[in-house]
């Protein structure tokens, strides 16, 4: 057995790498990706031809994600679902969606010392994972986030797990923040009082889709709820999207939070955690270009209210956010990786900006909504 470069402090991962049998020779783990929660690695393996070969592990965030083996089930249902669904229509389920591969005792997922979940899955080549992308590229991946929705129509949602409980109640991220503030247990509310007023100012926003789903305005359908650019992978010869990624949330849920989400990451021209916000602006003819894929990918499948909800989506997913950010900062940065201090004040100050220009430009995002209708 040759000797498997392991990044430094990660033990771990030979003791999870150990769980698998490769069919080629180990040559080691890098990580791996922009994810703000799991842990991913990228495996690579060197057959004794050829070139190397790459595999995806992942250990699932704890803080995230507190039942990690109801997730797992999840992820199990929703694969399948789509890999028959692939198969009917003459697709490739290796490459247009998610698969596991089983650990050495044939298991979809391996359980280490610590208690935490890892997953592996093989690494689907030929595609590439943006963080901001070109005006075709991101109506490509409103197409297939659209197509994700339309696909899972026919999903027995009763039989998902809710992997993170009131992952978009806005109403509840608020509450939740009010207690994180309340208590201000590392005394870090200072520094960030103009935000938590913005947040303060926009209690009443954050009932609109709540109270629109509970008056049965809103259908709870199945969503991913994490529809960012980087989690669906582009394919490099058509430039369609070709995978929809982290499935880990994905449960019942409201369309237009899974539009709103695309939006919120999407429609600008910054990094989430830009710091002169001279530079964060919403885009509105990149929020036109993803509503026309968006609504081409669902083919007709959202009603009439959920159309003239889509830009309360946008505004919503963009102010929770910008909210659970800040939340995560008052709170000692326990949920969101960050890689230097005040890093989420930074993605909270983006999205309020980003919520702003929203707000100053709400009919025109109606408007173009209509237009597609
Ligand atoms: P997180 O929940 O932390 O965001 P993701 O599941 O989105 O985790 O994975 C992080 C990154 O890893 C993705 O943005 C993508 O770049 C890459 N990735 C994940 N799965 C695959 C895969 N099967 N093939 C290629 N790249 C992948
Ligand atoms: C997280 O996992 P990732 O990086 O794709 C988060 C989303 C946030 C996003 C902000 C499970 O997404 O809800 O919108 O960061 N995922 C989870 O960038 O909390
Ligand atoms: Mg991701």
Same mark, same amino acid.
Request: aromatic residues 10%.
């Given at each position: ?62 803080? $995230? ?232 990918? $669902? ?75």
């Amino acid at each position: 057995m040759c000797q498997i470069h392991i990044p430094e402090g990660k033990g771990i991962l030979k003791e999870v790498l150990g769980a698998y049998l490769f069919p080629q020779t180990l040559v080691g783990a890098v990580r791996y990706g922009q994810g703000h929660i799991n842990d991913t690695y990228c495996v690579l393996c060197q057959p004794q031809e050829g070139d190397c070969v790459r595999f995806i592990l992942q250990g699932l965030s704890s803080a $995230a994600f507190p039942k990690p083996e109801e997730l797992m089930e999840n992820f199990v249902g929703i694969t399948g679902y789509f890999r028959e669904k692939i198969l009917t229509q003459g697709g490739d389920p290796l490459r247009e969606t998610l698969s596991l591969i089983k650990t050495r005792d044939g298991k979809d997922y391996y359980t280490d010392a610590n208690g935490k979940v890892w997953r592996l899955m093989p690494f689907i080549e030929d595609t590439d994972c943006f963080q901001s992308a070109t005006p075709e590229l991101f109506e490509a991946s409103a197409r297939a986030f659209g197509r994700f929705q339309y696909m899972l129509q026919g999903y027995p949602a009763h039989t998902l797990h809710e992997t993170i409980p009131k992952f978009h109640d806005t109403e509840d991220r608020f509450a939740k923040f009010l207690k994180v503030l309340e208590e201000d247990k590392l005394d870090r509310a200072k520094n960030v009082r103009e935000e938590i007023q913005f947040v303060l100012s926009r209690r009443q926003d954050c009932s609109v889709a709540m109270e629109a789903l509970r008056q049965g305005k809103l259908p709870l359908r199945v969503t991913h709820n994490d529809t960012k650019l980087n989690n669906i992978l582009i394919d490099r010869k058509t430039g369609e999207g070709i995978c929809v990624i982290d499935l880990d949330t994905t449960m019942p849920g409201l369309s237009i939070n899974d539009f709103g989400d695309s939006i919120r990451f999407g429609a600008n021209h910054c990094r989430e955690d830009e710091q002169d916000l001279t530079k964060v602006a919403f885009d509105i003819g990149l929020y036109e270009t993803y509503t026309r894929g968006f609504l081409e990918g $669902a083919q007709g499948s959202l009603t009439q209210t959920e159309l003239e909800y889509l830009p309360w989506g946008a505004r919503l997913m963009t102010l929770e956010c910008g909210i659970r950010f800040l939340t995560d900062y008052l709170d000692g940065d326990h949920y969101f990786h960050t890689h230097y201090p005040f890093q989420n004040v930074y993605r909270a100050r983006t999205q309020f900006k980003l919520v702003r220009d929203m707000e100053e430009q709400f009919d025109q995002m109606h408007q173009v909504v209509r237009k597609y209708m």
